[in-house]
């Protein structure tokens, strides 16, 4: 409540008109009352211009003083002594009483208000006590009484007003707080808002990509594999031009390859699963494809398959089946000499491992020479097995043969209600 700052504007007609009002109607009062007492009148009348004067200079005529406590202190100081005395002479200058308590409350500050705050009651209660007969104990008690009644309430006053600033500053200050929390929130809803999008912008590309890369892989292991052994079988059946079973057996092959080759793209196209997978488990799917191509390249190929048979994500068999496919075209293709190849896939407490091994010619080159030299079929069958979790290997000599393992977690497949 001290300082004028905030209420100045508001109560301006306080403090520079109604404090001259009441000493103007005090004055006429006396003078009503006292217009035949001319020494009486005189001295009444110049307390009354000495308080407008104290008012004057010391407050409406200097508004940066009523920042300085000090300076305040001896203001209401004085403007209590001249209503003591005032009142102490006719007790109608009690009406003058409001001015001094709006200046008390409004100017000096807690806790020194509650001192002015007294002195102010102290004057009322003078003005109110009038006619009481103090020079018996009775009228001294009663005396007392009045300026208990006067003083306490009006101090009692002063502390809630004191309460209430406290608990409206607190207020304030926790608005504020709000305020600036808000527009921080604001700020970063924003900037997650913007960075949203960036995110949604990040991932259609990816998502993009990642289609891309899906259906190079698919494209790979469906068109480039038949068309390898379409083209592998026409090869064989030119030169058995002058062996009509011989040749009719490579035309038939070509073109059981082509039609397996335009299902398996169009499965694909359709993100459905292999058709092996449709109609069998992972351990069936692999026997089935490992005795098509041993039947097709007349290299024996055999499936060996440890651990309890169970079964996994749609997406994990896909990538193993693809992995066995693309591990015998290898064969076919590169590893020349093979005369057999053995597949395993093992069943473990918490992964599922597929291994494919053949007896070959081999290389002696690093894996990851041979993945960056030998085309995209090593790099499509490490980006499906590294995208779910799991890890490929690739171990080779010269002469003995080549082996892949893929290992991918045995992670159950969800079940929907």
Known sequence: MAGPAGWEQRFRPMVTVVPYVLLAVMAALTIAFKHDQPGSLAIDLALCAAAAVWSLALFTLHPAWRDRIGVMGVFLAGLIVFGLVMVLRNPWFGFYTPALYFYAYRIIGWPRELYFVAGVAVVAGTAQSGGLELGSWVGRLEYLGILAVNVVPMCLVAWMGEIGARYYASREAALREAREANARLAAALAENAALQE??????????????????????????????????????????????????????????????????????????????????????????????????????????????????????????????????????????????????????????????????????????????????????????????????????SEVGGGTGISACLPAEAPEVRS
């Open 198 to 395: 960036r995110l949604v912008e990040q991932a259609r590309a990816a998502g993009v990509l990642d289609e891309r890369a899906r259906m190079a892989r698919e494209i790979h292991d469906t068109l480039a594999q038949s068309l390898t052994g379409i083209v592998t079988q026409l090869q064989a059946a030119e030169q058995a031009a002058d062996d009509p079973a011989a040749w009719r057996r490579h035309h038939a092959a070509a073109t059981s390859l082509a039609r397996e080759g335009l299902t398996e793209a169009r499965r694909s196209v359709n993100e459905l699963r292999p058709e092996p997978l449709e109609t069998g488990r992972l351990a069936d799917a692999i026997t089935e494809v490992a005795a098509t191509w041993s039947a097709r390249h007349s290299i024996p190929a055999q499936v060996t398959v440890t651990g309890e048979t169970r079964t996994m994500r749609p997406e994990a068999e896909v990538a193993l089946l693809r992995v066995a496919q693309e591990a015998l075209a290898n064969v076919a293709k590169h590893a020349g000499t093979a005369t057999r190849v053995g597949l395993t896939l093992s069943y473990m407490d918490r992964q599922v491992a597929l291994d494919v091994r053949d007896d070959g010619r081999g290389f002696d080159h690093p894996a990851a020479q041979v993945e960056r030299d030998g085309g995209f079929g090593l790099v499509a069958m490490r980006q499906r097995i590294e995208a779910l979790s799991g890890t490929l290997q690739i171990e």
